[in-house]
């Protein structure tokens, strides 16, 4: 899906969306942060900032030239642990001395399954992860997040990454990586998990909320609209593949170019990773099984 052209933020000015909510994009636009990372300002007296973004000192000094009167920054909270959202949480908490909340380091919150891949080390992954970054305070699906004028509940979301959280404030939600309204999320094993993927998905669809905050891009303001969208896109791209696969065994970079035939080159490894992580799902589901050893180059055919 391309990005539309309507989303056009003055990138490092904090722009109100709500009463007690604000967003400064980062200056880190590129074919997988879309315009920039968003770093979401919550509150009007204690701050929380969410996912202050990449290194980057004129995105720090944005952050902190947003703090208002009577303003101090509370709380720093990651969704995830990948380059564009967690890096600049060091640097915001030695200017602030606010404490760090995540579901954990990097590599929490993976299935057994990929798990299990990560050790073999056989199928690659590992795009643009923190893997230093580790928080004050590790939380964990169902805990509440507060200060004095408002409060996040704490979703676990894993698919896009085993540690991402969604926030839910209210009837609104924060949704990172897992739901954008610019284009779907990747999802790279072992990191990402397609089957979490989609059971997050699902978890998502059971509260009735007003609008999501992504991580990049604008406002979603048809949360329900955009959930099945999405789920109906992956379960397009899974009917896709056991179509091709009629046809003969594949690998995953066969079946991305087939598929994906929309996909510029730049973003063709992109689209392998996603349908790399359909074939495992589809592994786990008994439709399909893998000649020989798993791997990312590996062939597969139905089952």
Excluded at 276 to 303: N, W
Aim: aromatic share 6%.
């Amino acid at each position: 899906m391309q990005p539309p052209d309507d989303f056009n933020p003055v990138i490092g000015a904090p722009e109100p969306l709500l009463p007690g909510l604000r967003r400064i994009v980062a200056p880190n636009p590129s074919p997988m942060t879309y315009r920039g990372t968003n770093t979401y300002l919550l509150g009007t007296s204690e701050i929380a900032v969410i996912d202050p973004g990449p290194q980057s000192a004129a995105h720090l000094d944005a952050i902190l030239g947003a703090l208002e009167s009577g303003q101090k920054i509370t709380h720093i909270i990651v969704t995830h642990a990948h380059l564009d959202h967690s890096p600049l949480a060091r640097a915001l908490q030695k200017a602030t001395g606010a404490e760090t909340y995540a579901f954990g380091p990097a590599h929490a919150g993976r299935s057994e399954i990929m798990q299990a891949l990560a050790r073999t080390g056989v199928v690659g992954g590992g795009e643009g992860i923190d893997i230093d970054f580790a928080p004050d305070v590790e939380v964990k699906d169902g805990d509440v997040i507060h200060a004095a004028d408002w409060q996040l509940d704490v979703i676990h979301t894993p698919g896009h990454i085993g540690n991402h959280i969604c926030l839910g404030w209210n009837d609104h939600c924060f949704t990172a990586d897992h739901v954008m309204g610019w284009a779907s999320s990747l999802v790279s094993p072992p990191d990402g998990d397609l089957t979490d993927f989609m059971a997050s998905c699902a978890r998502l669809q059971m509260r009735g909320w007003q609008a999501f905050f992504p991580g990049h891009g604008e406002m979603i303001s048809d949360p329900k609209a955009r959930l099945n969208w999405l789920i109906a896109h992956r379960n397009s791209r899974e009917a896709a593949i056991l179509e091709v696969l009629q046809g003969g065994d594949a690998d995953a970079h066969s079946l991305a170019r087939t598929i994906y035939t929309d996909t510029p080159d730049r973003l063709m490894n992109a689209a392998a990773r996603n349908v790399l992580a359909h074939l495992i799902d589809l592994k786990g589901k008994g439709l399909v099984e893998v000649i020989g050893k798993l791997s990312a180059e590996a062939l597969f055919r139905l089952k």
